[in-house]
């Protein structure tokens, strides 16, 4: 096939499709953007040569291609679609192209990608080149489930940043064809350290272990000359490591081989014995022979790992809460100290000679002394100025075990001339128990001490003041210094703390060679711009290191009350995460506050999250809110940024859209009015489940959506950021003034998937068919058994789908037992028989039930996509956490029957004890998505229950079962049962 037929639009000859303008013609790349690769960008564009001479240098370096041509990718089948991801000059490519197979190609430099065409021209392969893409692995875009084979030879080298590789894998995962394999190679964690070793650079390697090397295997040249001779920084892996990548993108390990095998690090020798093409044939076989050796694995410089969609998924044995979650919203947090009368907040947690430690503040409530205080967009509210609080040391029980036991806590030493104390971080060194609090005079400033244990917490020495208020008048924190976080690290302590310079809290860093003298490096997380959730306050911080090798912040947001995370690689300069733990609803422990966080490790990449809650009572207690995987955490896209100008439009939408347009009906696709405000610049968008407005801004247009409360709002934000590991899903950010907090979401200029089943049939089964594959990766990733106390629900709750299947009995009664014909076949299902099955649906055994993250609202109005380019999205998540695996099928099935014009002309006439059901289904894509089983055959890797989703389809269709007068039902929710059965495959048409 030409590589100019790419030319063709999206919905082009099935062969290519969803290839077209992503790799749009033959001879020049497309761009996308870079960004912060540009070190690597410059390495490979200085000389594209490089890779294609290296693996022609000799016979070492040749039998990595005999490994990877002649075993891994030896019986691909006959003219495969391959994307190869890093294909560098086209080492690969153009073999797998002599090969009689269709190669596209994507790399971050534009001299290795001009390189490689002009080997296809030479060879007269132009024919086998799908087209080109100029972009970064984590940026690259691609068609969905369209190649045969995913080949990622060098992208995962040098991706540092976890999030970004784990992005890189998902997108180049989405590509694969059903059965196709993705094929991804590691530098081993030994292979820069051998490296080194053989150019006689020790004290490189000796500074790369003591900056932690082993642990985070990220490599940065240390020195100058190796900046100019070896190679820009790259990411190491361990085996273990490189698995959990690809599995954490929905993917099954197939096959693991070494490129080098028994001839690891022997390159002399191989050179030299090798050197002729008979010796070199048997060294070929022989190497080949021991790849797959677990002991050779990662004896080498490379391993490759093999994998595919994960057919069966293997659900962990761990619950959802002590599996680690992206979040802890709706998470149920246990109390673990508190008693009536008294305060407890702000901990600190250490693990200290084998010992889980926590210390904490604990106060008499009536000795705690307020003004009252008026926030913006707040209710006046009382604003704490004093109290009599000391900070205690004690026992952390194993989560689950029970509260603190403060009666055998220990009090830390109370600095001279304080009487108020707060604030702790304990640390250990040497044997040493570190703990660093801050403490004030009656009313005065707040100071920062240290005061050491050499006996694990039995006795302190005096507490020593180590940082006060800056005396520089326009410091940022010239009136308190407080809240101390502390670490060492790499010979250097860390402290980063709260300072207040009269309005506003903010977070700082300073240094310490001695843990004594400090050096102040000034803000480092500030405010946020208006309606942030930080906005009022960056504060109490709690750092721990992440899994990529950096920094991991937790924090208080002021305006939102809540938790915040933020992202370092040097302490210094963070990316914001956003919320990780919002306050809880009324009546619960944390509903004024979610605030002061404590982390502490559990060694398998999660944290053990602490905090203070605040309740309606302005009683402080100190919960657990349970394991943070800290992997998926970093792999959280950044919230959209706020501006003034959102800020405006926020208010605006408030404050002058009259109430009436905040109503909705109870089918909320039904017509509903709809306001647009008299410059045209603020429309509603309908039809919604709650109201959705477009606002033109000075920075373009913005989407805001009130919600019903502010749960809901923190709900759907924090469930998008989730989501999208797997979907595509619009960027957003919550916005809080007092008590409201809006979902503010950017602009997205597409169509309900829904029109497009008569504007546009066949791109509309094409990303149907997408949404399936990115459908079945989410589910294998986030599949959980089903508990009632972890499944999540839509205002859709089981006892209003019991209702309204009760509701249907009753209407349905006198045509119990006559069967469903549809356009003169049966179905060999009866009313009766549908009502029965949805009542048993709808309380499966939970032996039997899964649970799956997903929007809980999947319908085709709910898929946007572009008017004119291939991407779409996912919106609407207000209901996102852990929903019912079959229900959110029956849901996306449904929605294909009731919002769609795919059937039409439904009539329905009572004959001979049977029901005759007749309708119109649209041509091709009707008979394709209704009148079989196309849509549910695609998840048929997940443990999905047919007549369950059948049986939860009746409640679906309960408004169209309901609407109009005509006996026995509305003919348009009959039709759309019959046609249900056909879709799970029930009755004639299985």
């Not at 002649?70 to 690969?92: E, K, W």
């Not at 203070?612 to 955490?633: H, I, K």
């Not at 004959?911 to 998840?939: K, P, Y």
Request: glycine share 8%; proline share 6%.
């Amino acid at each position: 096939m030409s590589s100019t037929s790419l030319d063709s639009p999206l919905d082009a000859d099935s062969s290519v499709k969803g290839i077209a303008g992503l790799f749009p013609e033959g001879r020049e790349p497309t761009n996308t953007v870079i960004g912060d690769m540009q070190e690597v960008t410059s390495y490979y564009d200085a000389d594209p040569e490089r890779e294609w001479q290296r693996t022609r240098s000799g016979p070492y370096h040749r039998l990595e291609n005999e490994v990877i041509h002649h075993s891994v990718l030896a019986d691909l089948p006959c003219a495969s679609r391959i994307l190869d991801i890093g294909s560098g000059p086209g080492t690969h490519a153009l073999q797998l192209a002599r090969r009689g197979h269709q190669v596209a190609l994507v790399d971050l430099s534009i001299a290795s990608l001009n390189s490689a065409r002009a080997r296809f021209s030479e060879a007269g392969l132009d024919g086998q080149l799908l087209g080109t893409q100029h972009a970064a692995a984590q940026h690259l875009t691609v068609p969905v489930g369209q190649f045969d084979a995913v080949l990622m030879f060098g992208p995962l080298y040098h991706l540092l940043d976890d999030a970004d590789a784990a992005e890189a894998v998902r997108r180049a995962a989405s590509a694969l064809a059903p059965g196709g394999r993705l094929h991804a190679i590691f530098l081993t964690r030994t292979s820069i350290l051998r490296d080194l070793l053989k150019r006689g650079r020790f004290a490189e390697m000796s500074a790369l272990i003591d900056g932690g090397y082993l642990d985070h295997g990220r490599y940065q040249p240390l020195s100058q000359v190796s900046a100019e001779d070896y190679m820009p920084p790259v990411r190491t892996h361990l085996l273990v490591e490189g698995e959990a990548l690809l599995e954490a993108a929905g993917l099954e390990i197939t096959d693991r081989h070494s490129l080098e095998g028994v001839a690891a690090w022997m390159r002399p020798y191989v050179d030299h014995s090798a050197a002729d093409e008979a010796a070199f044939t048997a060294l070929s076989r022989v190497v080949r022979s021991t790849t797959r050796l677990a002991e050779l694995l990662e004896a080498g410089d490379h391993f490759l790992l093999s994998a595919a969609p994960a057919r069966l998924p293997r659900p962990s044995q761990r619950s959802r809460h002590s599996a680690g979650r992206a979040d802890i919203v709706g998470a149920p947090a246990q109390v673990l100290a508190g008693a009536e009368g008294r305060v407890a907040f702000a901990p600190a947690v250490v693990n200290h000679q084998g010992r889980r430690l926590i210390a904490m503040a604990i106060g008499p409530a009536d000795a705690r002394t307020y003004t009252p205080r008026q926030l913006a967009g707040r209710a006046p509210e009382p604003w704490y100025t004093g109290g009599r609080n000391r900070v205690v040391l004690a026992r952390l029980p194993v989560p689950g075990a029970g509260p603190v036991s403060l009666a055998d806590a220990r009090p830390l030493p109370i600095p001279d001339g304080c009487d108020d104390v707060t604030g702790v971080s304990l640390t250990t060194h040497r044997n040493e128990l570190h703990a660093y609090l801050s403490a004030r005079p009656d009313s005065g400033r707040w100071s920062i001490y240290r005061t050491i244990s050499r006996d694990s917490g039995a006795t302190w020495g005096p507490p020593r003041l180590i940082l006060a208020p800056s005396t520089q008048t326009a410091a940022t924190d010239s009136e308190h210094v407080l809240l101390p976080n502390v670490l060492h690290r790499d010979g250097i302590w860390w402290m980063w703390y709260a300072g207040r310079d009269g309005h506003h809290r903010r977070i700082h860093v300073a240094t310490s060679l001695d843990g004594l003298t400090w050096q102040r490096h000034g803000v480092v997380v500030t405010t946020g711009p208006a309606g942030a959730p930080d906005a009022y306050a960056a504060d109490c911080p709690a750092v721990t290191a992440s899994t990529d090798g950096g920094l991991l912040m937790f924090y208080g947001a002021g305006s939102s009350r809540s938790l915040a995370a933020a992202h370092s690689r040097d302490g210094l300069n963070w990316r914001p995460l956003g919320l990780v733990l919002h306050r809880g609803g009324p009546g619960s422990p944390d509903s004024r506050y979610a605030f002061y966080p404590a982390v502490l490790p559990d060694g398998a990449g999660r944290v053990r999250l602490l905090y203070s809650g605040e309740d309606d009572q302005a009683r402080w207690t100190v919960l657990d809110g349970g394991l943070l995987d800290t992997a998926l955490l970093l792999e959280r896209p950044a919230p959209l940024p706020l501006t003034c100008s959102i800020d405006t439009a926020v208010e605006r939408v408030r404050s002058e859209v009259p109430e009436r347009y905040w109503e909705t009906p109870d089918d909320c696709h039904d017509e509903a009015p709809a306001y647009t405000s008299a410059d045209g610049r603020l429309t509603q968008l309908r039809p919604s489940s709650t109201p959705v407005f477009a606002v033109s801004t000075t920075g373009g247009r913005v989407v805001i959506k009130p919600g019903r409360s502010r749960a809901f709002a923190e709900r759907e934000h924090t469930g998008l950021q989730a989501l999208a590991r797997h979907l595509p899903v619009p960027t957003t950010a919550l916005h809080y003034r007092g008590e409201e907090a809006t979902l503010v979401a950017q602009n997205l200029d597409g169509v309900p998937l829904r029109s497009l089943s008569s504007t546009a049939p066949d791109r509309f089964l094409r990303v149907l068919g997408e949404l399936a594959t990115r459908l079945v990766h989410g589910a294998t990733a986030t599949l959980t058994p089903r508990t009632d106390a972890a499944v999540d629900h839509s205002l859709e709750t089981p006892a209003v789908l019991s209702g309204w299947v009760e509701d249907l009995a009753r209407r349905l009664q006198p045509w119990a037992g006559h069967t469903l014909h549809l356009n003169g076949a049966p179905t060999q299902l009866s009313c009766g028989s549908l009502v029965h099955l949805a009542r048993r649906s709808l309380t499966p055994a939970a032996a039997n039930g899964w649970l799956v993250h997903a929007t809980g609202d999947l319908h085709l109005g709910n898929v946007l996509v572009h008017r004119s380019q291939p991407e779409w999205w996912v919106i609407d998540a207000e209901f996102a956490g852990l929903h019912d695996l079959d229900q959110t099928l029956a849901k996306l099935a449904g929605s294909c029957l009731k919002h769609t014009d795919l059937f039409t002309e439904a009539a329905v006439h009572e004959r001979n004890g049977t029901l005759q059901i007749t309708c119109h289904l649209a041509e091709a894509v009707g008979e394709q998505v209704l009148g079989s089983t196309w849509l549910l055959d695609r998840f048929d890797g997940l443990p999905v229950d047919r007549s369950r989703i059948l049986g939860l389809l009746v409640p679906d269709m309960y408004f169209r079962l309901t609407r109009g007068e005509e006996s026995p039902a509305a003919a348009e929710g009959l039709a759309a049962l019959a046609l249900a059965a056909r879709m799970t495959g029930h009755g004639a048409a299985r």
